[in-house]
């Protein structure tokens, strides 16, 4: 037995983790005794800031609710829990560097005691890329309000505890891709038939989603992640096209690109980059899905059939300049 050992036994007999309603956030955590206004502001902002991310979460579906953890005199309050995603999640007024450290402190000290498989920070706006990778770097992904929307920045970890869950990678696997070609657009279909087709007509290709996990299909802020990897890739000599991916029945379709000369890991570092949980690679007889953050792949056979009328408007079907 190790000490590990003896301490984790030790506190799940002395903590009590108790999940209700999310409580409205507790003022006595910004304590700023110099600066009383501030303080008030800081919970008015992040109250509201609570508020409508709970909002957003059970517009979309999901299941939120609260968590007391308690040990000794000692209570914990967590912001939110999205039980759906298993998301335990801090919310925070301001992005100055101080303010994100005691994020940093307060979640993985939360995390030690909760079972989860994702945890953030919420925030109002984007924080310096420094910070988000101090975050990334243990294991703590970004949200922040983008217009009438949340953007989402997925850590590595977060990305590979995704694509370990076996139903999100059977949807992933099962998703249908249209690529709008010079030639004209084709849809791919995943298929598991030995009679799959051979060669693709546009040659190996990878695609890459620009809808991130945790932000929604159809919005602006889903246009402006489009424009983004576009212009990333454009301006690294390679050349896009417009690309639809999605549920076989249209009822969920996402912005993504189709690519040409790239390895197998860099379309995984590009991915990984920008917050996806995977790729497709198509090449030769393979239809392959590679996770972007863990080395998990689903290889099948495809075939093609004529792309549909596009059930949304495309963002831009040629190159950006």
Request: aromatic content about 6%; hydrophobic content about 40%.
């Amino acid at each position: 037995m190790t000490l590990g050992d003896i301490t984790a036994g030790f506190l799940v007999d002395v903590v009590v983790v108790n999940a209700g309603e999310v409580e409205h956030h507790q003022v006595e955590q910004f304590s700023v005794a110099a600066q009383p206004a501030t303080t008030r502001q800081r919970s008015r902002t992040e109250g509201q800031l609570q508020n409508t991310y709970l909002t957003y979460l059970r517009r979309i579906g999901h299941q939120v609710s609260g968590r007391r953890i308690t040990f000794g005199d000692t209570t914990l309050v967590v912001d939110l829990f999205d039980d759906t995603n298993r998301e335990l999640i801090e919310v925070k007024a301001t992005i100055d560097r101080a303010t994100m450290r005691t994020a940093l402190g307060q979640i993985l000290d939360y995390a030690r005691y909760l079972e989860h498989s994702h945890r953030s920070i919420l925030l109002p706006e984007e924080p310096a890329e420094e910070m988000i990778e101090l975050l990334h770097d243990h294991g703590v992904s970004v949200i922040w309000v983008s217009g009438v929307d949340f953007a989402v920045r997925r850590c590595p970890a977060s990305l590979a505890a995704s694509a370990a869950n076996d139903v999100l990678w059977q949807d992933y696997s099962e998703a249908v891709v249209d690529i709008h070609l010079p030639t004209g657009a084709v849809r791919i279909i995943p298929t598991d038939d030995a009679a799959g087709h051979t060669r693709p007509p546009a040659g190996p290709l990878h695609i890459i989603a620009a809808c991130q996990p945790g932000e929604l299909p159809g919005t602006e802020r889903e246009r402006e992640s489009y424009r983004r990897l576009t212009e990333y890739l454009c301006g690294r000599g390679l050349e896009p096209f417009a690309t639809v991916g999605g549920a076989q029945d249209g009822t969920y379709q996402e912005l993504s690109v189709a690519v040409s000369g790239l390895t197998d890991d860099h379309a995984r570092k590009i991915g990984c980059r920008f917050g996806q949980v995977a790729v497709f690679s198509w090449n030769s007889t393979q239809w392959t899905l590679l996770a972007c953050a863990s080395y998990r792949s689903a290889v099948h056979r495809w075939i093609l059939a004529p792309s549909p009328p596009p059930a949304r408007e495309l963002v831009a079907t040629e190159t950006p300049a």
